[in-house]
């Protein structure tokens, strides 16, 4: 038998979660499926002896203007901003500690990023970051050494973000900046991770977990879903799922989806950001809040981010 709803959400992520908390407080019948044993999508808050921390997802960024702020903190939910300071650098290839010098450096690069994000809002075509920085230091009366590392934090500060290399970043979207005021870039910080947040956007929805979809049959005024466990109706769907999973083909669509959402499908990128957590007995690093480690690989450059997290988690 058929289980039945007037709409159907695919996926538990965040933007699941919102889209049925405001159609079901608007008076429709929604059930979410999702295909994981757990809700949050790439949120996912770890206890660690005791000590919640987000494996996932963890900063609300541009917090004083996002939305989440606010409902976080209506809902009694500690934000603390994070401005990553005391920022320190770590030279592999010199082996030591990059000195003072450090501030002329991490403000070289971010000026280079913002002359970047100028210089692709004037549409340049298929240019990319790297021939950007490349040209841009070239044009500098720079000593190597400043050469060498305005490069490094140039790249430090971008591959992170879009989990890509620099040959495949343009900066056009940077421009979503300029919507914010400079005293709002700062980030945020939930105490006790984004499960707070996860689980009152999931109040009172009705969820299916472990409930992975493999078919949507859309029509007019009927949607006909297939899961590994059964079938459903309703008559709007809405699909929430991770790009890779639509890359993948993974849920097969009858009718095809649209040319123009395939192209954007095919086209539209992503990557990996590698994240490790752990706890010691003491703070050993001193007032060391943020912390990059320079290097070079067999692939290219490499600069893990070293994170202070004792302040949100309440302990080292």
């Known amino acids: 038998m058929k289980q039945k709803a007037d709409i159907i959400i695919i996926g538990a992520g965040i933007a699941g979660l919102t889209a049925g908390k405001l159609l079901q407080d608007s008076g429709f019948d929604v059930l979410i499926l999702e295909a994981k044993n757990h809700i949050g999508g790439r949120t996912h808050t770890l206890n660690l002896g005791g000590i919640w921390l987000d494996e996932g997802g963890s900063w609300i960024h541009f917090h004083k203007g996002n939305p989440l702020t606010y409902i976080a903190e209506a809902n009694g939910f500690e934000v603390l901003e994070d401005f990553y300071e005391p920022f320190y650098i770590w030279d592999e290839q010199q082996k030591k500690a990059v000195g003072r010098e450090r501030f002329d450096y991490i403000e070289a690069a971010e000026t280079a990023i913002e002359a970047a994000s100028d210089y692709f809002e004037k549409d340049r075509g298929k240019e990319h ?40 970043i343009s900066l056009v979207d940077e421009q979503f900046i ?32 472990s409930e992975p979809v493999q078919h949507i049959n859309y029509k007019e005024d009927n949607v006909q879903i297939t899961t590994s466990k059964g079938q459903y109706e309703c008559h709007k769907v809405i699909v929430t799922v991770p790009l890779g ?25 992503f990557g990996n950001l590698e994240k490790i ?13 943020h912390s990059i480690y320079f290097g070079n ?10 994170l202070d997290f004792t302040e949100i988690a309440g302990a080292p």
């Open 178 to 209: 300029s919507k914010f005021e400079e005293e709002h870039e700062n980030d945020g910080l939930i105490v006790g991770g984004y499960r707070q947040l996860i689980n009152l956007f999931q109040k009172d929805l009705n969820i299916q977990l």
């Open 297 to 306: 690989n067999e692939r290219g450059l490499e600069f893990p981010s070293i």
């Open 277 to 289: 957590i752990l706890r010691f007995e003491t703070p050993f690093w001193g007032d060391a809040k």
């Open 245 to 269: 999973v639509l890359k993948k083909e993974v849920i097969q669509f009858t009718p095809t989806l649209p040319d123009s959402k395939q192209t954007a499908i095919a086209t539209i990128g």
């Open 129 to 168: 970051a790297l021939s950007f920085i490349e040209n841009y230091i070239k044009q500098k009366k720079w000593t190597p050494s400043k050469a060498r590392m305005v490069y490094f934090l140039y790249a430090a500060l971008l591959e992170p973000s879009y989990a890509t290399d620099l040959k495949n």
